[in-house]
């Protein structure tokens, strides 16, 4: 394996390694403190407390963030409200629609600000936040500008009417797609926003209000406020919501289903995964391991439909497995800002921490241990790509949700055996099948309980298409009508 951002080039077992071509940073302003975003301005947080965001690949701190406690939260749950009643829920559709059309175009245009920031603030490469996180949250914001004036086609024969104010939650794994993923659906339907992003990643969530500012778009409708878990907790427990928007961690999950069952709340949940990823043998394999190593290693594994599971069919598993761990040696790990890096730094020192338990547990438990000779970063958080092979579903890395770059290795013999280890997991998120035969991935689609299976390709998004799990994956769908029908009564 390659160390990104070395200087000069030298030639090892034949290869050249590439110059070091980092993303120039200073595209990004960043201001040294950042206060909460309540009814258009930042303000002061009550408590006056900060907290600081660092750059997890060096551990340099980015930025001051204020820290939102009950009182900051029942401030902003007025101002939306305030919002909602006067003027948001009254607006034509139309009307709605050109504020995120024109949030969606200044998302595009400052699009290289928001990557950086992004890299920068979560650990990601520049190539994923370039190339996904940003233009896919331009896309959300642009599809449901599309659906704000036209629900009543969503919702044939019944009249849509929105739900009122909306806490959302979001995870740090993607936070200006989550955050987009969660407002644009609601402000499409006429809904007010307070949302919080995860406390290791809320810096583009911030750039996010500038663009509300930059967009005209009216005080109160989104408020954004920055904190920990326990400001998550306050939100859900705020007396003053119609509904509430979790993606997260299944754990979490749970305790906000039980704060907010009995209430008026509704509730939708986007929650972990343990996703299949399975090879038949009859799959083009070359094509197959790009498929896999892009489902589980170029994001760090720091995505809840990580194909972390990696089932292959006996007949071929050596082979994969060979070609796999070629593969991973020419993976470049370091500086996320560089352009070629494939691997950045894992989020935070907490989650790195759990990577480095949980293949710990995998190893006692008998699992085969491989990771490329690499020299890591000295400063900031860096796991290894890594597989685990001579993996069986009794293993806890086979069920647990590692969300690091770890893959687990099984094998299957038959189509029917393939579908029973695929299901045999407390989650359903998505699940990923390479095959040549049409007819054996529509019968692996159909059998599997995920909410997305992708045939021949993996990781692939659209804000048409509804994502969301099965069983302990959460419930409701975010993207496409059915993303919309989870903002409306209908
Ligand atoms: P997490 O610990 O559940 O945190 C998610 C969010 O909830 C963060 O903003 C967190 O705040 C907040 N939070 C923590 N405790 C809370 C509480 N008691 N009440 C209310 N909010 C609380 O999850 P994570 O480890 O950050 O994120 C990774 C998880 O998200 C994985 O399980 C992944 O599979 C899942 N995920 C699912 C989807 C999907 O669409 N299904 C998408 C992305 C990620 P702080 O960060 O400030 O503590
Ligand atoms: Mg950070």
């Known amino acids: 394996m390659r160390r990104n951002g070395q200087n ?10 590439y110059a ?23 303000v002061e947080p009550h408590s006056g407390r900060y907290f600081t965001s660092l750059n997890p690949a060096s551990e340099e701190p980015l930025a001051e963030v ?23 829920s009254k607006l034509p559709g139309k009307e709605r629609a050109k504020y995120l059309f024109r949030i969606a175009r200044i998302l595009q245009e400052r699009s290289r600000e928001f990557a950086v920031l992004e890299s920068l603030d979560g650990g990601k490469p520049i190539r994923e936040s370039r190339d996904v996180d940003i233009p896919l949250a331009a896309a959300h914001f ?15 024969g019944r009249t849509p009417r929105p739900l009122g104010v909306v806490g959302q939650i979001i995870p ?15 402000l499409a339907c006429g809904n007010t926003v307070v949302l919080k992003p995860a406390e290791t990643t809320p810096l583009t969530a911030l750039l996010l209000c500038e663009v509300f ?23 859900v427990q705020h007396p003053d919501l119609d509904k509430i928007a979790f993606t997260g961690s299944t754990e979490v999950g749970r305790q906000i289903q039980k704060a907010v069952a009995g209430t008026r709340k509704r509730l939708t949940l986007e929650l972990g995964g343990k996703a299949a990823h399975v090879i038949f043998e009859d799959a083009a394999i070359d094509q197959a391991v790009e498929g896999i190593v892009n489902g589980i290693y170029f994001n760090q594994g720091h995505v809840c439909c990580a194909g972390s599971r990696l089932l292959v069919q006996e007949s071929i598993a050596e082979l994969v497995v060979r070609k796999l761990k070629r593969r991973v040696q020419r993976l470049r790990i370091g500086d996320p800002l560089d352009k070629n890096t494939d691997i950045g730094a894992i989020n935070s020192l907490f989650q790195l921490r759990k990577i480095e338990r949980l293949v710990a547990v995998g190893v006692q438990e008998g699992a085969e241990l491989y990771q490329p000779e690499c020299a890591l970063p ?11 092979t001579k993996v069986s579903m009794a293993h806890t890395v086979a069920r647990e949700e590692i969300f690091g770059p770890v ?10 055996e393939a579908v029973r280890i695929a299901n045999n997991t407390r989650y359903g998120l998505s699940a990923g099948v390479w095959t040549n035969k049409g007819s054996r991935y529509l019968e692996f689609a159909s059998r599997v309980k995920a909410g997305v299976v992708w045939c021949n390709t993996y990781n692939k998004f659209d804000p048409a298409s509804p994502f969301g799990g099965y069983k302990e994956s959460g419930f409701g769908r975010e993207g496409g009508i059915h993303g919309l029908a989870a903002y409306v009564e209908v």
Do not use: C
């Open 66 to 88: 204020a820290y939102a406690d009950a009182e900051d939260i029942d401030r902003a749950v007025r101002a939306a409200r305030h919002a909602y009643e006067t003027l948001w």
């Open 213 to 235: 500012q930059q967009a005209d778009l009216p005080p109160g409708v989104v408020n954004i406020l920055t904190g920990d878990g326990q400001t998550g907790a306050w939100l």
């Open 378 to 388: 000295s400063k900031g958080y860096w796991y290894p790509p890594t597989i685990l």
């Open 20 to 42: 070091p071509a980092p993303e120039d940073r200073s595209i990004v302003a960043l201001r040294s403190r950042y206060g909460l975003f309540i009814n258009g301005e930042f």
């Open 142 to 156: 642009f599809y449901h500008a599309g659906w704000a004036d036209k629900l009543e086609y969503a919702f044939a």
């Open 172 to 186: 740090w794994n993607f936070p200006l797609l989550m955050a987009a993923w969660k407002i644009a659906p609601a």
């Open 8 to 17: 000069g080039q030298t030639a090892r077992g034949g290869i050249w390694e």
């Open 407 to 416: 893959l687990s290795v099984l094998t299957f013999r038959t189509p029917d």
